[in-house]
C-alpha cells in the first residue's frame, strides 16, 4: 500500500443550511494533515433545489480548498447507508481508507482532524484496521446531549451490543473509518440502505476479525436530526435480521 489517501464522505439529505458552517471549519482542518485527504459531498435525493444549493457550497469551498471533489455526487434517495456506500464505490481508485461524518457536526472538525491523524499516522498500525468514533465520557472527553436522547441511546447501544454479541461500545456514532482491505472484502456484501449500515459494518467486522480501534470524541447534540423513536425501532428489527442473516455467512464463504 502507498501513501495514505483517506476518502471521506458527508451524505446530505436536505443538509443546505447544516453543511455551510461545518464545511468551512473542516476544510482546513484538514488541509495540513500529513496525508490525502478528499472530501465528497453526496446528496440523497434531496431534490434540485437542495442539491443546488450544495453544489454552491462545494464551488466556493474550492475556491480555497482543493480536498473537495467536484461535482456534488447527486444521487436517488434511498437513505444515509445507500448514500455513504454509493460514494465509496464513486471515490477515486488511489484511496486507502474509507471514512463518512454526518453533516450536522455532532463529532466538530476539529475532533474529527484529531481522530484522522491520531489514527492514521500510529506507528506499526495494522493496515487492515479499522476506526470507529464512540461517544464515551472520559477524562478529556465530553458528551453534550439532552439526557432523555441520552438514556434512549444508551440503552440501544447495550441491545445493539447483546443481539450482535460484539464488543463495540458505540455502533452508531456518525464517524467510521474503514480499511481498503475491509472495503475491499466487505463493501459488495453491504446491503443496508438505511441506518442499520452501521450495524452491519460492526457484523462484518466481527465475523471477519479486522482490527477496531475505538476513539472517544467529544460529540455534541445538534438540533434538526432526521433520527426519530420510530427510527430507532425499525433500526432494531434491522439488528435482529443482521444478525440472523449473519448466521448464514459462513455458509457464502465455503
Avoid at 506507528?123 to 436522547?149: E, G, H, Q, V, Y
Wanted: net charge neutral; charged share 25%; aromatic share 10%.
Amino acid at each position: 500500500m502507498g501513501s495514505p489517501h483517506l476518502l471521506l464522505v458527508i451524505p446530505c439529505y436536505r443538509e443546505s443550511r447544516r453543511l455551510p458552517p461545518f464545511l468551512n471549519e473542516l476544510c482546513p482542518s484538514l488541509e495540513k494533515l500529513p496525508f490525502k485527504v478528499s472530501i465528497l459531498v453526496a446528496d440523497d435525493g434531496s431534490g434540485p433545489e437542495e442539491l443546488a444549493k450544495l453544489t454552491a457550497i462545494v464551488e466556493e469551498e474550492r475556491e480555497t480548498y482543493g480536498a473537495l471533489l467536484q461535482p456534488v455526487l447527486e444521487l436517488s434517495h434511498e437513505g444515509k447507508g445507500g448514500t455513504i456506500l454509493r460514494a465509496w464505490i464513486a471515490g477515486p481508485p488511489s484511496t486507502t481508507h474509507y471514512a463518512f461524518a454526518d453533516a450536522d457536526g455532532a463529532v466538530s472538525p476539529e475532533e474529527i482532524r484529531r481522530v484522522l491523524l491520531d489514527f492514521i499516522t500510529t506507528p506499526n498500525l495494522d493496515p487492515d484496521a479499522c476506526a470507529f468514533a464512540i461517544r464515551k465520557t472520559t477524562s478529556t472527553t465530553a458528551i453534550k446531549r439532552d439526557p432523555i436522547r441520552r438514556l434512549m441511546g444508551l440503552v440501544y447501544y447495550r441491545l445493539v451490543r447483546f443481539i450482535l454479541d460484539s464488543q463495540v461500545y458505540d455502533p452508531a456514532c456518525g464517524f467510521k473509518i474503514l480499511s481498503r482491505r475491509f472495503w475491499e472484502k466487505c463493501g459488495p456484501q453491504l446491503t443496508e440502505k438505511e441506518w442499520a449500515l452501521d450495524i452491519e459494518i460492526v457484523a462484518r467486522l466481527d465475523y471477519y476479525g479486522f482490527p477496531l480501534v475505538q476513539i472517544p470524541v467529544n460529540w455534541e447534540e445538534k438540533g434538526g436530526s432526521k433520527i426519530g423513536r420510530a427510527d430507532i425501532w425499525r433500526t432494531l428489527k434491522q439488528v435482529v435480521e443482521i444478525k440472523q442473516r449473519s448466521n448464514f455467512w459462513h455458509v457464502q464463504d465455503t
